[in-house]
């Protein structure tokens, strides 16, 4: 089946400062999905990205789907300590019905 | 707003125990998904489900079994609870989609501990 790596595991940031999560695939992808987890809370659906080199953004969010949908990427500008909790990557490969998600990136954020 | 409920938030069974975990969702979504939650390996999906009476096993069906009679409710069945199935449950659902899955809505959550 397909490997998904989310990198990094975990990321330290002074607010203010940016933030990216990547998430990469060893195979061509139907479609991803983002998804934020708040410490005690429960994944929380944020996006969708469908198309190859497919761009969406949601305030201070911008999400990226690489050209050969094997990667995505997921970026915070100027981070803010509402941004803190875990995001997942969740990765579909449905010629064979496969689904998958990232480990996860930890974000936490010093005021 | 959708709401996805699990029957329980804690749980504790005994090994060999038989363990049912429902989840309700309000939303008439055609999917339903089981995974499980553990530190540094992220959501790994037992069973889905996108239609009533059908189910596809995910990454790890080993000791688990499903059950849905009813498009609003997906249940998970241990058949009999091991100390390596304590974990994180969580239930979602979503709509099918054209062709793809749409994006999923969680539960809360219910932490199995099986002693």
């Known amino acids: 089946g397909q490997q998904v790596m989310q990198i990094p595991q975990y990321q330290h940031v002074q607010e203010g400062e940016d933030f990216t999560t990547y998430c990469n695939s060893s195979?061509?992808?139907?479609?991803i999905q983002w998804y934020k987890q708040r410490p005690g809370g429960h994944p929380v659906f944020l996006i969708q990205?469908?198309?190859?080199?497919e761009v969406k953004k949601q305030k201070r969010l911008t999400f990226q789907f690489g050209e050969a949908k094997k990667n995505s990427s997921l970026h915070i500008t100027a981070t803010q300590t509402t941004d803190v909790g875990t995001y997942f990557c969740?990765?579909?490969?449905?010629?064979?019905?496969?689904?998958?998600f990232g480990a996860g990136t930890r974000l936490t954020v010093k005021p | 707003d959708v709401k996805v409920t699990q029957s329980s938030r804690y749980l504790v069974k005994r090994t060999g125990e038989k363990v049912f975990l429902e989840c309700v969702q309000d939303m008439d979504h055609e999917n339903m998904f089981w995974y499980r939650q553990d530190p540094g390996l992220g959501l790994r999906l037992i069973y889905f489900?996108?239609?009533?009476?059908?189910?596809e096993k995910g990454d790890i069906p080993e000791g688990y079994s499903v059950s849905r009679e009813k498009k609003e409710r997906f249940s998970l069945i241990l058949e009999s609870a091991s100390t390596n199935q304590t974990s994180m449950y969580l239930c979602?659902?979503?709509?099918?989609?054209?062709?793809?899955?749409?994006?999923?809505?969680f539960g809360p959550g219910t932490r199995l501990t099986v002693t």
């Open positions: 489900s996108y239609d009533v009476k059908m189910k």
């Open positions: 969740a990765a579909f490969k449905y010629n064979n019905n496969d689904m998958r």
């Open positions: 990205l469908v198309k190859s080199g």
């Open positions: 195979t061509t992808l139907s479609n």
């Open positions: 979602a659902s979503s709509f099918r989609g054209t062709g793809i899955i749409d994006g999923q809505y």
